[in-house]
């Protein structure tokens, strides 16, 4: 079976990774300056598991060097979803399937409107991994997991990508309920990401102070009466324990998306908020934290995005 992963950023990196040390043939897609070392030097995976490296080779930043794919692991930024996905096609035959792999609950649609042939797969990650300088992955914790399945629950092309992904050491889950996994992420990630960013504080911080820990509870309930009014399946009391795992956590830690306001990048608020409110307004749902959050932090992605 072979892989390509389309975006070799922390996540890619980490599972891609995984694939190819254990015999599987993976392609790895990437740009800039990550590429280049990886191209000279290989990919460095420093994780839990130990460090792990991917020799040069099948590395590229051209879809059509690769060939045909059996399954793509699509890990781009969500805002860059619809160029990527529209270079898919030289290495999709009508059996490949594409599992999406990032952050937010409606780029498998786009990604599907974007390809003429092959099938999108719906992905939950849960691992905390990044670049930490050209061609090195690091990394950290215990929790490095992934949770896919199709959007039409009739494709049963998922067993024997569940079966690769397992021989690899990869936690990996099936499911025939995959919109359940990416709107339970959803709730938490959408809050996380938006309130580390906008008070530019940590976990821990937000947590200890009464009006923060308020406004992220606030969120979070807004894209849970969202995700109810979608009719997705929302484990009962999921926000309570998520708080309970929030205060289990590294409380020093920030969200990736403080991370990119700060290092001057494209923010996925769009994917994050900007979701949340847009399908809010459809729905008749107030969502008045997010787009608080919106407000403070789109001008934010409009200038960094000037700047790429």
């Known amino acids: 079976m072979k892989f390509v992963v389309v ?77 990527a996905a529209r270079t898919l096609a030289p290495m999709l035959t009508k059996n490949s399937v594409v599992i999406c792999l990032q952050n937010g609950v409606d780029n498998e649609e786009k990604i599907q409107r974007a390809i003429q042939t092959g099938n999108v797969y719906g992905g939950a990650t849960y691992i ?62 959408a809050a996380v990401g938006g309130v580390t960013a906008l008070t530019r504080h940590t976990l821990g911080e937000i947590l200890a102070t009464e009006s923060e820990r308020t406004m992220l509870e606030h969120a979070m309930r807004e894209t849970e009466a969202v995700a109810k009014a979608l009719r997705v ?14 205060r289990s956590m590294n409380t020093n830690t920030y969200s990736s998306m403080y991370h990119d306001l700060l290092n001057g990048k494209p923010l996925e608020i769009e994917a994050f908020s900007g979701t949340v409110i847009r399908f809010g307004d459809t729905l008749g749902i107030p969502t008045p934290t997010h787009r608080t959050i919106y407000a403070g932090l789109q001008p934010y992605h409009l200038k960094h995005s000037q700047n790429r």
């Open 128 to 189: 905390y991994s990044t670049i930490t300088g050209p061609g090195v992955i690091t990394q950290t914790g215990r929790l490095k997991k992934i949770v896919f399945g199709p959007i039409e629950t009739s494709d049963k092309r998922g067993k024997p990508i569940l079966d690769t992904l397992v021989a690899a050491g990869i936690n990996a889950e099936l499911t025939d309920d995959i919109q359940s996994a990416l709107w339970t992420k959803f709730i938490f990630i």
């Open 7 to 83: 975006g070799t950023g922390g996540v890619g990196g980490y599972f891609g990774g995984k694939l190819s040390t254990s015999g599987t043939d993976v392609w790895f897609i990437a740009r800039g300056e990550h590429l280049a070392t990886m191209r000279r030097n290989g990919l460095t995976v420093h994780s839990d598991d130990g460090t792990f490296r991917i020799p040069p080779g099948k590395m590229t930043d051209d879809p059509r060097t690769v060939g045909l794919a059996d399954v793509i692991l699509f890990c781009v930024k969500s805002y860059d979803t619809g160029f």
């Open 233 to 246: 399946n929302i484990p009962s009391g999921i926000i309570d324990k998520m708080f309970e795992t929030l």
